[in-house]
């Protein structure tokens, strides 16, 4: 169904249930317990995870799929969140407009710069991609202040245009919304003792990054999907059979761009403002940590490892000193400072710390990120099934296979 | 043209430090292969060694002055640094002062030991591995390392003064018969250049000239050969890695009165000598020092006001503009070998 084979479609089912559950699913503790800091079922957060889903999905078809690393995807996020603030500021306070103008001005600016940044490949392509980013960055703080009101941010304003809204006489600023019905609108119901929202902004955005995970479906299971992981594979092997791989690496760069585009202006809806710290290098950093967190050229890798991230830094954020002496307060007084200061270090402000330590152990021990954790995990218990009838177990067959020679690029 | 004699001049000290930053690079990609985004970080350890040798100075004894009282009526308590009260007052009050140059020596063994540690327990591990996750794995370290330093200094800028006799300016425009206070140049900054030239040269000698350098030059052509003749070239490029760690730290501590040190100064630097080491040509050493100095000079010449009423912001993207430019006409940078890291 939909072009996808059984397995592909119960894939897609699954997520799309597990897209419709999630305020259930982050909301398992009852509120005003001592756990209710774990929760994570309010929209705001929710919203952010499936924007920086589709952030990272689209970078895992460029990363993923063709091996060329981007150090500046950021910049396609900023790109988009600004047009789509201009069109709330100049056309109407629906999205829809929107983010098609975001996904369309981030897809152009992709053109233009995978067309310069695919000429060269490995490290030279990272730097020309920093390099870009950095610039666009530089660029949107300083000279084209009109466009992106510089340092402030770009923000909506009473005395904007908006020329197919109706008269504003409100006094207040106009709240984003899709033909009428508000982004920040919810629902509460509570159940059990917890409190679900239901809010347009986050199913909205939901439904966005189903219908990107479904396109991603089908990139990666189609011929030119292959190809790209051919190109991966082996670049120069593909040049020999007289394939020219820049129109498909160009078309991956400009894909991942849209996808970019898409979630920059996703979260301009979402709360209507852009800056240009968005398009900063670190920011373009996040999506590559996510990416690999989760896994990289895997589908459900980088929404994995963007939902994850998001999730932990909320918790670990809410983690400061008085939460932690009361966790440890069983401890002898000397040893419940000692631990208390270690824990404070990389909980609250210290949670980049315990990021990129994650970041590290994970590139080090597990370069398939969570998914290959996973597997790991699941083959773990398949082995203790197996073990007893026989020799003929997985390990056994492996090391009969070609070892996977490293790749060097020079 | 005293205009162009001051962006020279004023472009010589970013661009030591970019020159600097971009050695250490280079050496690193050269020795062993492995491109290292944590190389910042290095230059960030190296400028909180000053400002950690600053406080370790100020460690003060607290005596109370029943003679005098403060504002509130108590006695006064009045703190003595121990070097004060060892060295006696003029001598404690001297090495105080001069804590910046004195933290050069103080940083060299910590960050060679950095370096080591860094090389035996990390990156050693990345040798066989795809360049994307060497770049990964560096760039995690970084972002751990600068989180280290700002967990334990906070993240507002530190001022570490340098020495009281190095504050003021130097009238270069007198010297070349222009009228006073036309080209003018901080002397610190003069002092910065001068000890850029002097580790640079040091370590071109050092390679050049020593029977080790001769080893690990032979070891940057060819690894193999080298390790079959019987030396143990990975522990001698172990002791690269150190060295230029020690490289970026020094000029890590000598930039932090230019720049009061705060933790992101690391990264802010990283991007640039990046895209140095690029323009010079991957793995060429006199390329990187010429690219360091070309760039730090230009982006000066940059932020002329003349320039900017034509083409307004150049001075933000210059060295960008420039970096894309050359990758595009030559790949291989200013001075690069042909075939090193190219496709």
Redesign the interface.
Known sequence: MLGLNKRDFRLLIIVLLLTLGTPFLLQPFAEGTELAKFNAGYPDLMQRIAIFGIFAMGFNILFGLT?Y?SFGHAAFLGVGSYSAVWMFKLLSMNVIPAILLAMITAGLFSLVIGY?SL??????F???T???A??SF??A????TPITNGETGLQLALSDPRILDPVNNTGSLPLTNIFGLEMNAAVKIEMLGRLYTFSVGYYFSAAIALLAFYVSLRIFRSPFGLMLRAIKSN?QRLSYTGLSTRPYTLAAFVISGIYAGLAGGLMASMDPLAGAERMQ??AS?EV??MS?LGGVGTLMGPVLGAGAIKYLENIFSKINESVLQSWFAFLPDGLENTVVWVFS?FTG??W??T???L??LV??FL?GGLVEGGQRIAKLFKRDKVKPDGENNDEDGAKHKPEPT????? | MDQIILQVINGLDKGSAYALIALGLTLIFGTL?V?NFAHGALFLIGAFCAVTLQRILNISAQTVDPTKTDFLGNPAVIKTPYVELWFGPEMGAAIIDWSVPLAVLFAIPIMVAIGVIMERG?IK?FY??????Q???T??????L???I??FYGASQISTPSPEVFRGSFDFGVLLGYEANAIIYPYWRMIYFAFSVGIISAIFAFLRFTTFGMVVRAGMADRETVGLLGINIDKRFTIMFGIAAAVAGVAGVMYAPINSPSYTMG?DFL?IS??VV?VGG?GSLPGAVLAGFLLGIVESFASLNEVKSIL??ID??II??I??II??TR?RGLMGKRG??E?
């Open positions: 091996g690393l310069i000429r060269r490949s490995g490290i030279y990272s730097i020309l920093l390099a870009f950095q610039m530089a660029l703080y300083s000279v084209l670049q290098w670190t950093g590559v940590i690999i270090r402000d210290g980049p710390l990021l990129g330590l970041f590290m590139v080090t370069p490293p790749r060097v690029d020079e | 292969g491109v990390l591990h066989n591995r795809p360049h994307a996750d770049i990964l794995v760039f995690g370290l970084a972002i751990v600068q989180n280290i700002k967990q990264m991007v990046f895209v690029v991957m307004p912001g933000q993207i960008y503009l970096a894309i990758l595009l790949p090193v890291m496709d």
